[in-house]
């Protein structure tokens, strides 16, 4: 079956660089969410979307823009990186209501 | 704020049954209790989740007590491969996931 595939794997950025993640949703899914994963933490709401719109926000930085696009692809930009954006992140879809499936993550490092 | 509680860790011998208990005392009419869990830094991985009755798939059994202001995961035969974090969640239906703290369930050989 298919799964919720994130790109990169891994990225390594220098401080104050920007970054995108990609996330492309199981087919059908109209609902995309993105979250955050520091190190030893739990994952952290950053911002969702239902059929191309913003449907919620969460404690998402200013820095941090996202979208998603015609054919439910979203993309999370991240700018003026800072040390402490180093973590996982995760993508997850669903066909809303229902459960969410998430991603396996990126793991961005800022050096 | 959090809308649950759980004890941080959990031990269970393989093979034996693990019974994680969740609080959410708060709870309100519409909202269904969910769980997932985490295996190490993987994306979280749905469980199960219920409205008021109990709940049963191929991976698990959710007990919710009549009040529904607790909830029991039910691991019935727990392997090395079940050690994670798991989280318990209230929400509805078509809302994000707010993470808690969850369980650290460790599995023991």
Redesign the interface.
């Known amino acids: 079956a298919a799964g919720?595939i994130q790109s990169p794997r891994h990225l390594i950025k220098e401080k104050r660089e920007t970054a995108t993640l990609k996330c492309y949703p199981i087919p059908r899914h109209d609902t995309v969410?993105w979250?955050q994963q520091g190190p030893g933490q739990?994952?952290?709401?950053l911002i969702?979307f239902y059929e191309k719109m913003q449907s919620?926000k969460?404690s998402i930085p200013d820095r941090f823009s996202a979208q998603q696009f015609s054919d439910y692809h979203s993309e999370l930009n991240m700018s003026s990186l800072e040390l402490g954006d180093s973590a996982?992140y995760?993508c997850?879809s669903s066909p809303?209501?229902?459960?969410?499936?998430?991603?396996?993550?990126t793991q961005l490092s800022v050096l | 704020d959090a809308k649950t509680t759980q004890p941080p860790s959990m031990d269970c011998a393989e093979g034996r049954a693990a019974n994680l208990p969740c609080n959410h005392s708060t709870i309100s009419g519409n909202e269904y209790v969910y769980w997932y869990r985490q295996i190490h830094s993987q994306g979280p991985q749905y469980i199960i989740h219920g409205l008021k009755n109990n709940e049963t798939n191929e991976m698990a059994s959710l007990i919710i007590t009549e009040d529904r202001k607790s909830s029991t995961l039910i691991l019935p035969h727990a392997t090395l491969r079940d050690t994670a974090v798991y989280y318990c969640i209230v929400r509805q239906r078509d809302d994000k996931i707010i993470f808690g703290k969850g369980t650290r369930l460790h599995i023991l050989p």
């Open positions: 919720v969410y979250y739990d994952p952290q709401f969702s919620d969460g996982l995760f997850a809303r209501p229902e459960k969410l499936f998430f991603g396996s993550g």
